[in-house]
C-alpha cells in the first residue's frame, strides 16, 4: 500500500506538472508508472489517468484564460472532433494487448521529452500564419480526429500533439497553445475516462483519488509559474520532466 501511495503521488505531481507546463495528457506520466512499477493493467492504468486529467486540464484552462492566452472560439470546430474519435480509439485500446500499449505509453514519454529540448516550440503571436477559413476549419477537423484516436487508445501523446499542431500547423504562440490545449483536453479526457470506466469497469478507487488530487495540484502550481515565464523555460522544464521519467520507466522495463 505505501509503494502504491508513493507512486501514484509522484505520477500524480509529475503529471500535473505537465499538464500546466505544456497540455501534456496525464497519461504521458501516470500510465507508464501505474503500469511499470505497480503493474496495473494497461486500460486500468490510462483510464485512471484520464480521470487525473480532467480537473487537471480544467484548472489550467482556467489560468491560462485568466491571463489572456486561451483560444476558445478557434478550438471548439477540434474540440468535436477530438470527442468524437476519443471514443473510437478508447473502444479499440480495449481489444489490444497490455504488453503493447504499455510499451507505447514508455516509449512515447521518452520521445516527447527529447523532443521538446532538442527543437523546442519557439513560435510567436507575430509569426502566426495567414489561413482562410475553410483551410483552418479542415485542418482543425483532420487533427481532431487523430488527436481524439491518441487520447482514447492510449492517452500519452494526445496533449503534446494537439500542442504541436496548434502551434506548427495552426500558427499559435506557446502559451496561447497551451491554454488552448488544456481546454479541449479537459473535455477529451472527460470522454476517455467514462469509456473506459463503462467498457473496462471501475479502476483501483485509491489510486484514482490519489492521481486525481495531485495531478490537480501539480497542474495548479504549474500554470501559475508557465504564464510568466519564458517559452524556451517552459520547453526545457517539460522537456527534462519527460526524459527523465521515460528513461527511468525503459530501464525498468528491461530490469
Known amino acids: 500500500m505505501l509503494a502504491k501511495i508513493i507512486v501514484c503521488i509522484i505520477a500524480g505531481l509529475g503529471a500535473g506538472i505537465g499538464t500546466g507546463f505544456a497540455g501534456m495528457s496525464a497519461a504521458a506520466v501516470i500510465s507508464p508508472m501505474l503500469i511499470t512499477f505497480l503493474g496495473f493493467p494497461a486500460y486500468e492504468a490510462v483510464g485512471i489517468a484520464l480521470a487525473s486529467d480532467v480537473?487537471?486540464?480544467?484548472?489550467?484552462a482556467y489560468t491560462y484564460g485568466k491571463h489572456k492566452n486561451l483560444d476558445i472560439k478557434n478550438g471548439i470546430i477540434m474540440l468535436i472532433s477530438?470527442?468524437?474519435?476519443?471514443?473510437?480509439?478508447s473502444y479499440v485500446a480495449s481489444k489490444v494487448p497490455n504488453r503493447s500499449m504499455g510499451s507505447f505509453s514508455v516509449i512515447m514519454t521518452l520521445l516527447l521529452?527529447?523532443?521538446?529540448?532538442?527543437?523546442?516550440?519557439?513560435?510567436?503571436?507575430?509569426?502566426?500564419?495567414?489561413?482562410?477559413l475553410k483551410t483552418k476549419i479542415i485542418q482543425s477537423i483532420l487533427c481532431g480526429m487523430l488527436i481524439g484516436?491518441?487520447?482514447?487508445?492510449?492517452?500519452?501523446?494526445?496533449?503534446?500533439?494537439?500542442?504541436?499542431?496548434?502551434?506548427?500547423?495552426?500558427g499559435y504562440e506557446l502559451k496561447t497553445a497551451v491554454g488552448t490545449s488544456v481546454f479541449i483536453m479537459s473535455f477529451t479526457a472527460f470522454t476517455g475516462a467514462?469509456?473506459?470506466?463503462?467498457?473496462?469497469?471501475?479502476?483501483?478507487i485509491p489510486a484514482l483519488i490519489l492521481c486525481i488530487l495531485f495531478t490537480l495540484l501539480g497542474a495548479r502550481l504549474a500554470a501559475l509559474f508557465a504564464n510568466k515565464a519564458s517559452a524556451k523555460t517552459l520547453n526545457r522544464a517539460t522537456g527534462a520532466v519527460l526524459t527523465g521519467l521515460g528513461a527511468v520507466m525503459v530501464v525498468m522495463n528491461f530490469l
Open 55 to 60: 480537473l487537471a486540464s480544467a484548472i489550467s
Open 82 to 89: 477530438v470527442l468524437v474519435f476519443t471514443l473510437v480509439g
Open 113 to 132: 521529452g527529447i523532443k521538446f529540448l532538442v527543437k523546442p516550440v519557439m513560435t510567436t503571436k507575430e509569426s502566426q500564419a495567414d489561413k482562410d
Open 149 to 170: 484516436f491518441i487520447c482514447g487508445f492510449i492517452g500519452a501523446g494526445g496533449g503534446m500533439m494537439m500542442l504541436l499542431i496548434l502551434t506548427s500547423v495552426l
Open 194 to 204: 467514462m469509456s473506459h470506466f463503462t467498457i473496462g469497469g471501475m479502476p483501483d
